[in-house]
């Protein structure tokens, strides 16, 4: 168990992939086998595919954000004050429909992420899946942001605008927002509601990936194959 630990502190100094598999080679086996610089980088593919099969595609179902507290859209400040306003004159049920077709424009355009992430882990190098594996706990969420947030965005904002037609969104907070506007001593209101709801959903795709890595990398029971196993054992 020492010498596992001393290993483990000298992977962080480590420059080359050539130190770093020759610190891997010295690391016990329990399963077998030594691990290659090429089955590292596919454990660490195989963690992102995880979270993007497990936890991204929920999203895609209906109530997937609506009914899920950590992804939840929630009004933006601006709005917060025509809900508030809605209720006090007795329009809970409008109200809650508003809120209701936000999320459902986001669980409409997740599913033109997963070919995109999945492009994204393709290409993990070597290099790529060491930074990863010694890194913070959500270290594959954060390197699966930098390489597909543009690109993401660019594909979500388009589908969230057709989502509002499709789902109804834009008569509804067009009904909302004129309501509103009609209420005496409020000042008018006309969000950018496609802008926010589609880094919202941004931000949601990623909030599940992160848990599922947080799994994987904090419970050995979460590591459903042998070779998450024997990869994230390096981080252990």
Request: hydrophobic residues 40%; aromatic residues 6%.
């Given at each position: 168990?020492?010498?596992?630990?001393?290993?483990?502190?000298?992977?962080?100094?480590?420059?080359?992939?050539?130190?770093?598999?020759?610190?891997?080679?010295?690391?016990?086996?329990?399963?077998?086998?030594?691990?290659?610089?090429?089955?590292?980088?596919?454990?660490?593919?195989?963690?992102?595919?995880?979270?993007?099969?497990?936890?991204?595609?929920?999203?895609?179902?209906?109530?997937?954000?609506?009914?899920?507290?950590?992804?939840?859209?929630?009004?933006?400040?601006?709005?917060?004050?025509?809900?508030?306003?809605?209720?006090?004159?007795?329009?809970?049920?409008?109200?809650?429909?508003?809120?209701?077709?936000?999320?459902?424009?986001?669980?409409?355009?997740?599913?033109?992420a997963?070919?995109?992430?999945?492009?994204?882990?393709?290409g993990?190098?070597?290099?790529?899946a060491?930074?990863i594996?010694?890194?913070?706990?959500?270290?594959?969420?954060?390197?699966?942001?930098?390489?597909?947030?543009?690109?993401?965005?660019?594909?979500?904002?388009?589908?969230?605008?057709?989502?509002f037609?499709?789902?109804?969104?834009?008569?509804?907070w067009?009904?909302?927002i004129?309501?509103?506007?009609?209420?005496?001593?409020?000042?008018?209101?006309?969000?950018?509601?496609t802008?926010?709801?589609?880094n919202?959903?941004?931000?949601?795709?990623?909030?599940?990936i992160?848990?599922?890595?947080?799994?994987?990398?904090?419970?050995?029971?979460?590591?459903?194959?042998?070779?998450?196993?024997?990869?994230?054992?390096?981080?252990?």
């Amino acid at each position: 168990m020492k010498k596992v630990l001393i290993i483990c502190l000298a992977l962080f100094t480590l420059n080359s992939c050539a130190e770093l598999q020759q610190v891997v080679n010295q690391l016990p086996q329990q399963t077998g086998g030594v691990l290659t610089n090429t089955d590292i980088s596919a454990g660490l593919r195989q963690a992102l595919d995880l979270g993007i099969d497990k936890q991204v595609s929920k999203l895609t179902l209906e109530n997937g954000f609506y009914k899920n507290e950590l992804v939840k859209i929630l009004l933006p400040e601006e709005l917060q004050k025509v809900d508030k306003a809605l209720r006090d004159i007795g329009l809970d049920n409008l109200a809650d429909e508003g809120l209701k077709v936000l999320n459902r424009a986001a669980e409409d355009a997740v599913g033109e992420a997963t070919p995109i992430f999945i492009n994204a882990v393709k290409g993990i190098t070597f290099s790529d899946a060491k930074t990863i594996l010694l890194g913070s706990n959500d270290a594959a969420t954060q390197y699966l942001t930098s390489k597909t947030q543009t690109e993401l965005y660019s594909k979500f904002n388009p589908v969230i605008k057709n989502s509002f037609s499709k789902v109804g969104a834009d008569k509804i907070w067009a009904n909302l927002i004129n309501k509103y506007n009609t209420i005496p001593f409020t000042s008018n209101v006309n969000p950018d509601l496609t802008d926010y709801v589609t880094n919202e959903a941004l931000r949601g795709v990623y909030k599940m990936i992160a848990v599922e890595e947080q799994d994987i990398r904090s419970k050995v029971e979460s590591r459903t194959t042998d070779l998450l196993k024997r990869v994230f054992a390096l981080q252990d």
